[in-house]
Nanobody, 129 residues
């Protein structure tokens, strides 16, 4: 079992920055790669960023150049630095432990996001004008 707890969400004006954190506990040596997903109001969940020690990082097109995913294995922590935030970045952000085969897929079909084994409860990000 793996427990994931997100923090760092909040309200920010467009153009501002936030840094999300995800603390992992439990079976942290299980070999999953880590992703960030988000769900905007009225929309399906979407993949945002992925990180794998061996395979590097991946981002959905809308956040490239603005968001940076990183991890600190010694602290069992995952981060998402979000800069130049836009109104459309508003949503609930979730960290997820993902099977390595699907590490960079960042794909959801309906309620099913490929390869996700564990979800956090989410942290809300609200961007206003």
């Amino acid at each position: 079992q793996l427990q994931l707890v997100e923090s760092g969400g909040g309200s920010v004006q467009a153009g501002g920055s936030l840094r999300l954190s995800c603390a992992a506990s439990g079976n942290t040596g299980s070999g999953y790669c880590m992703n960030w997903f988000r769900r905007a109001p009225g929309k399906e969940r979407e993949g945002v960023a992925a990180i794998d020690t061996d395979a590097g990082t991946a981002y959905t097109d809308s956040v490239k150049g603005r968001f940076t995913i990183s991890q600190d294995n010694a602290k069992n922590a995952l981060y998402l630095q979000m800069n130049d935030l836009r109104l459309e970045d508003t949503g609930m952000y979730y960290c997820a432990a993902v099977q390595r085969t699907y590490c960079k897929a960042l794909t959801c079909k309906g309620v099913n996001c490929y390869g996700v084994a564990y979800w956090g409860l989410g942290t809300q990000v609200t961007v206003s004008s």
